[in-house]
Each structure stands twice: as C-alpha cells, then as structure tokens.
C-alpha cells in the first residue's frame, strides 16, 4: 500500500514537472517570437506573442517589460504604463534577471516620457531621476530630465501669470461695479434735492394762503365794523327825526 502511495506521489511530481517544463518552452517561444516581431518593427504582431507568454505566465518579467515596450511604440501610451508601473512594482524580481538594472532604467525612463507628454511635469522629473540612478550614463535621459524642468518652470510662470491676469480682471470688474453703484446713486440724490426744491414753493404756498385768509378776515371785519356804525347813524337821525315830530 506504501509503496503504491509512493508511486503516484512520483508520477504527479513527474506530470508537474512535465508540466513546467512545458509552460516554460511555451513561454519562452512566444517571447522569442515576440523578440524577433519586434526587431522588424512588427510592434502589433509582437503584442499578441507577448501577450500569448504572459498567457502562460502572468508573472513573467521577461513578456511582461516586452509587451510594455510594443504597446509604447505603437502609441499606446495608457496600457504601456500600466506594464510599466507593474514592473516597477516587481523591482526586486526584475533586478534579479539578467540586464534587470539597465530594463529597469529603461521603465523610468519611458515611464518619464509619458508623463510629460501628459503634462504631469513633477512626476516625470522624479521618474527621469530614478532612471539615472541606475544607469548615470544615459545621456537622452539626461536631457529628457533637463527639459521636464524646463518645461515646469514655464508651465508654473504661465500659472502665475494667469493668477495675475485673472486678480488684475477682478480689480477692474470691482472698480466697474462701484463706478456703477455710484451712477445708480446720483439720481437718487438728485431726486431728494427736486423734493426739497417741490417743498419750498409748496410752504411758499402756504405762507401765501394763509397772509390771504388773515387780509380776507381783516377786511371782512372792517365791512362789519363800517356796516355797524352806519348802522347807528341812521338810527341816532331817527331818534332826532322823531324828537322834532
């Protein structure tokens, strides 16, 4: 019975070693398909054999920078730093393979490439220097770091000129809308200063009514008084008619 355990535990080790073996060939003939592809400039057909040995093995650094580096050459900017990124992540594992440390500059550099043309200045800086340390020769990436800087100092200038512009625009926009709280003022103004010039012939008026009333009830008053001494004149003749009769 032992010896039968024995026996299948050798024959499922022998399977998945055949197995390895096997994933391995595959792996390594779709990368060697890919390589020979990306040579003659075939970046498309070199995708799909890449793509086929990550198939085999997700974890592969070797298909996995490759088909980072032809989906960058086709443009695909977007997928190629996503590659990249993975393979940053997996630092360690990719500086254990052979060349790892020059691959490896070469994804911070291209990673740097891509951020600048997506005008993520500070990013690419920091990526173009991680390349350089590990390879302080690559005199493209040199450049590439000298005109990120550059780069980001116009596009900070440029912000900053338009900070001023945009404060200069609201100091005029204030100064238009006093100017025109002011204009909107004057006639009210002007409207008080009618109403007191309307006021002051309005009492003018009434000074006027009331010296009229007073002279109309002096000389109704004087009527009465002349009415009443005529009046006793008459009677006094009448009196003295009357003596003489």
Known sequence: M????KSMIWTM??????????AQKAERKNVKEGNKLYLEEKFTESEIAYRKSLEVNPRSVEGT???ANALYKQGKLPEAAEQYQLLSSQRDRLLETSNGKERLSQVYHNMGNILMQNKDYPKSIEAYKESLRLNHTDDETRYNLALAQKLLQDQENDDQGQDQQNEDQQQDENQQDQQQDQQQQQPDDQKEDKTQEEQQPNEQMSQDNAQ???DAFLQDEKDTQEK????????QQRRRTDKEW
């Open 2 to 5: 032992k010896r039968m355990q």
């Open 13 to 22: 080790a022998f399977l998945l070693c055949h197995v390895v073996v096997f």
């Open 65 to 67: 920078y490759n088909l």
């Open 212 to 214: 009229q009333i007073l």
């Open 228 to 235: 009443v001494k005529k009046a006793q004149q008459q009677q």
